[in-house]
């Protein structure tokens, strides 16, 4: 909850004011039945026009007053409410900036797209309710009990008795369901993924007809969410007729004891009437408490799951340093380096050991799943070697300020992403302070410029989300150039050219090889034409470096190289 006062406490004034005004409220609602009793008591049976009409003049005005302070106490109460659940979403996106790729895995994006969304969204309602209802729902109880009292202290008994058993129902109730609402959010956490992997899918799940499939998959899913919501609503609903019967048998005494005492002549019908009112107030007012504290329960439940995040730290410790070795030839040393995505996982990479000097191009070739991406993931540092040690620059990439290291890398991923906005805006993802002659430099040597030209609007052409207005070809040339913007040392191309032509590749390649200055390159392909003329070609398989060397040299002394080159040589051919 920590987390939580940490935002709720920048609105002090808010969340005092906000339960003042329910109370002010609350108290002409309990003035009503006294003014009624008093209309009923000497206004009627008298015929006195003049009580009646100023009876009813000050029930409208309560009304009045009564309307009144409950809008402006809503207001405060949505927004401390609102700031609050904002402050919070601010936080969580910012902390899951921080946490590196292993510990993203190990959580999933579909329980940190519930929690962002779901689970603040509870928070914000519970918060919202329990500023306006905490102290009206008692205040009202209570005090109208003490009203009870003020008009019959034997009959007043009967409130007691009922509110001691309410409370019991409210809070019992509430201890049930607390726990199966958290079922209920991890529930909705599975349904979250299986649409995130059929929205992301839907091409391939059309492709190969498993349309069905995935649909059972989904309603088994959310069958289990059906369940638990299911369970914990029928809990949850004995609630209110649990109360209702209490008020109620609370209401057939007040009446069978107060019709006594009216015909002994110690009440008058009046009292009678406010009496019942009030119990009747108390019932209304515990309905509310229930939906309160049913509404706190999942508010609860979702601040614990949305704090499981905030306490998670990253696994990776940076030392703060903020610049590397300039005076080292060496970009890049991988010394024994080893990688486990998970501790009882195999490994993804073994023993792989290589050297590359600045300036230099690197070739990284295997067939799938033999681990060229988990090996230049380890450059920017996006995981850690569970094994062995990555240099950078000539120092180890653990010393690296975080800052620093992303500006000397940039990385190209397979998956081309671009943000809603412009070509200049994400273009200037790479370096924000780069100025149009920059843009259209590294748009020329990703061989985007010629199709920037075309559209109407240039660099300010509109990218919808995830370039989808946008070809695969274009996509991945965007996102290399956005990658040349930033003027990093080491440039990675993660099989990025793949929706390139072989013309455009080749173009690709050659204005890379032009560059000023000692850009080093790592190309990771699946095509021997891409890396073939590469100063050293890497050879992955099984997550083993099986061979490093020229492309002359590893033809004739690795068989996986080969075999990779033979196969898509003979292809070349017969097409």
């Known amino acids: 909850m920590r987390y939580l006062l940490e935002y709720f406490k920048k609105y002090k004034l808010e969340s005092i004011l906000a339960p003042l005004f329910k109370m002010l409220e609350a108290t002409f609602d309990l003035l009503v039945p006294i003014v009624v009793a008093h209309v009923i008591d000497h206004g009627i049976p008298d015929g006195n026009t003049r009580i009646i009409v100023i009876d009813f003049i000050l029930l409208l005005a309560m009304a009045l007053l009564g309307l009144g302070c409950s809008f402006t106490a809503q207001y405060f109460a949505a927004k401390a409410a609102i700031g609050t659940a904002t402050g919070l979403r601010h936080q969580l996106l910012a902390h899951i900036g921080t946490l590196d790729f292993s510990t993203m895995d190990a959580i999933g994006t579909s329980t940190l797209v519930t929690r962002m969304t779901s689970d603040i969204n509870q928070v914000q309602n519970g918060l919202n309710m329990f500023l306006r209802l905490f102290l009206r729902s008692p205040f009202i109880v209570f005090g109208a009990m003490i009203m009870a009292f003020t008009i019959d202290s034997r009959l007043a008994l009967i409130f007691v008795v009922a509110i001691v058993v309410l409370f019991a129902i409210v809070f019992g109730i509430m201890a049930i369901t607390s726990p199966m ?22 091409r391939v799940i059309r492709a190969f007809g498993r349309e069905g499939d995935q649909q059972r998959q989904f309603s088994e ?51 009678i009437v406010a009496l019942v009112n009030y119990i009747s107030q108390i019932l209304v007012e515990l309905v509310k408490l229930a939906n309160l504290v049913v509404l706190l329960g999942r508010a609860i439940a979702s601040m614990g799951r949305v704090g499981q995040v905030l306490d998670t730290r990253s696994a990776m410790e940076f030392s703060g340093n903020t610049s590397g070795d300039d005076s080292s030839s060496e970009a890049v040393r991988f010394d024994h380096v080893g990688l486990r995505y998970s501790s009882s996982g195999d490994e993804a990479l073994s023993d792989i050991s290589f050297r590359v000097e600045r300036g230099q191009t690197i070739g990284v070739i295997g067939g799938t799943g033999s681990g060229k991406s988990s090996l230049v993931n380890l450059i920017p540092r996006f995981y850690d070697a569970t094994s062995g040690r990555v240099y950078l620059m000539g120092r180890p990439i653990g010393e690296w300020d975080p800052a620093a290291l992303r500006d000397n890398v940039a990385v190209v991923p397979q998956k081309a992403q671009l943000f809603t906005g412009t070509i200049r805006s994400n273009l200037l993802w790479g370096d924000e302070s780069a100025d149009d002659e920059r843009l259209w430099s590294a748009l020329e040597t990703a061989q985007a410029a010629d199709f920037v030209r075309q559209k109407p609007e240039g660099l300010d052409e509109p990218v919808s989300q995830g370039g989808r207005n946008l070809s695969g070809g274009q996509k991945q040339r965007l996102t290399i150039a956005r990658a040349l913007v930033s003027h990093a040392k080491i440039l990675i191309l993660d099989d990025s050219s793949s929706a390139l032509d072989y013309a455009t590749d080749a173009a690709l390649r050659r204005a890379l090889k032009e560059l000023p200055g000692d850009l080093t390159v790592f190309i990771v392909s699946q095509r021997t034409s891409s890396i073939q003329h590469a100063d050293m070609i890497l050879v992955l398989d099984d997550g083993k470096l099986v061979g490093a060397g020229g492309h002359q040299e590893l033809l004739e002394t690795c068989p996986v190289y080969k075999e990779i080159y033979d196969s898509q040589f003979k292809k070349e051919v017969s097409a």
């Open 221 to 271: 899913i959310n069958g289990r969410l059906l369940f638990s919501q299911l369970k914990v609503g029928r809990v949850a609903a004995l609630m209110n007729p649990f109360t209702y019967v209490v008020v109620n048998m609370g209401i057939i005494a007040i009446l069978w004891m107060g019709s006594r005492r009216v015909d002994g002549g110690v009440l008058l019908s009046g009292d």
């Open 181 to 202: 609402y958290k079922r209920v959010q991890r529930n909705l956490d599975g349904v979250t993924g299986q649409t995130l992997e059929n929205l992301n899918g839907v």
